[in-house]
């Protein structure tokens, strides 16, 4: 058994988590891993996947019962996110936005809310988070979309860019400003659009250099009008909303960066036990050593770190902003790292699309850019540690 293989036995799950997380690993490398290279190539949306992983009723874990879910821990969730993404980033992804944009519906929403929006998820739909626009990235206080209550309804304009799952979700959690309240962060609201809403419209679906069979797109809203019930929280409490919910998303993108990120360890270490050169094999070779300790030790770290944001998240902890921006930062910078180098110690041959490093590398690199830059990270964890200063 590897560091890394021991690391996992210390990951506190059930009995049946632990049954669960052996059935994804078997889907996981029975299909979706085989079937990934094609969805790569062709860029279609893996509905086979999404179906086999309904089959498992994967999306129930994150759902309590009384919404049509058997909600297990967040560790086991983390578990199978890094299950996914080693075998197909696309799928994992797709599935782990399922989580994000359900999260603030159960930890916001009324109780009518999420016996309305809910079961459709538990039962297999497609969720989609709606921050990102044109000219709000980075500083998503600076989004435009707005809503102007009129009468039962809300009227929705603006539009929203590079949403995952943007053109099949059934749900759709978005963020904009409540037009009553001006244009500043405190106008931010929350607000559920429906599949189908009249006014949703979607642009074309980006053609992106990883995570190609995951689709990502614009959404337009034109006078497009929604139920007031699908207010989520009260109008201006949507930062709060957000800020919160990021807490809970950053580490489920963490360890779908660590899944890739063990792939492309597996598959280097793998390679180089086996390929020779000066009659040696490579792994022999101390400055290969010595590049695979450091390699090891990284991902034990951050696995390791991984594990403790769940089990704090598990314990009931709220306020895990720095501990979620070190973990997406030091598991994404990681992936991008490792990916790299396992193309590098595959020579030539990882160049080339026949083995699955090549798609490994380009699926990392967004994992860098996505739920906050890592530029945005180390900003928000450097300023932690600012003392406030009465002024002078
Ligand atoms: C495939 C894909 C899927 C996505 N899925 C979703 C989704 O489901 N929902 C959603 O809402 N969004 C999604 N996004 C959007 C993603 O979260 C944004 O792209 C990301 O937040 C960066 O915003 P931006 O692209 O506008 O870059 P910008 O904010 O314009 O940043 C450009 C560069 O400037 C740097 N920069 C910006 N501000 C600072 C600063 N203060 N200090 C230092 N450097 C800074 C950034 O780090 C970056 O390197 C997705 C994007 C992609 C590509």
Not at 81 to 92: I, K
Not at 122 to 147: Q, Y
Not at 194 to 199: F, H, L, W
Not at 249 to 255: H, L, Q, Y
């Amino acid at each position: 058994m590897t560091i890394l293989q021991r690391l996992e036995e210390t990951v506190a799950l059930t009995r049946e988590e632990r049954m669960l997380v052996a059935s994804v690993r078997a889907l996981a490398e029975g299909s979706l891993a085989p079937r990934a290279a094609g969805f790569d190539a062709s860029g279609d949306f893996p509905w086979r996947n999404v179906e086999d992983l309904n089959a498992l009723g994967l999306n129930a874990m994150f759902i309590p019962d009384a919404y049509g879910g058997a909600a297990l821990s967040y560790a086991a969730y983390l578990r199978c996110v890094m299950e996914m993404s080693r075998a197909c980033a696309s799928t994992a992804i797709i599935w782990a936005t399922n989580f994000h944009a359900t999260k603030p519906v159960l930890d916001f929403g009324t109780e009518e809310q999420r016996r309305r929006l809910v079961p459709r998820i538990a039962a297999g739909g497609l969720a989609a988070l709606c921050i990102t626009e044109p000219t709000a990235g980075s500083d998503a206080t600076g989004m435009r979309t707005r809503f102007t209550p009129a009468g039962e309804e809300i009227v929705v304009s603006g539009g929203k860019t590079f949403i995952t799952n943007g053109d099949v979700a059934d749900v759709y959690v978005v963020f904009g400003k409540w037009a009553p309240l001006g244009d500043g962060k405190e106008a931010i609201t929350a607000l559920v659009i429906e599949k189908g809403a009249p006014g949703l419209r979607f642009g074309r679906r980006e053609d992106k250099m990883g995570h190609r069979a995951s689709s990502t797109t614009a959404l337009l809203f034109e006078d497009c009008r929604v139920p007031r019930a699908n207010l989520l929280g009260a109008p201006g409490g949507g930062l709060d909303i957000l800020l919160r919910s990021l807490n809970k998303s950053r580490p489920s993108i963490a360890a779908h960066a660590l899944g890739l990120s063990r792939a492309a360890f597996e598959d280097a270490v793998a390679y180089i036990n086996e390929r020779r050169q000066s009659g040696r094999r490579i792994v022999e070779f101390q400055g290969i050593q010595f590049l695979l300790a450091d390699l090891a030790g990284e991902q034990a770290l951050c696995e390791a770190w991984l594990w403790h944001v769940a089990r704090l998240i598990d314990g009931g902890a709220q306020d895990v902003g720095q501990e979620a921006s070190l973990l997406k930062l030091r598991a994404t910078d990681l992936a991008m790292r490792m990916t790299t180098e396992a193309v590098q110690l595959h020579g030539g041959y990882g160049y080339c699309k026949d083995l699955r490093v090549e798609r490994l590398m380009r699926d990392a690199k967004i994992t860098q850019i996505w739920e906050g830059t890592n530029q945005i990270h180390r900003q928000l964890l450097g300023r932690s540690f600012m003392q406030k200063r009465a002024p002078s």
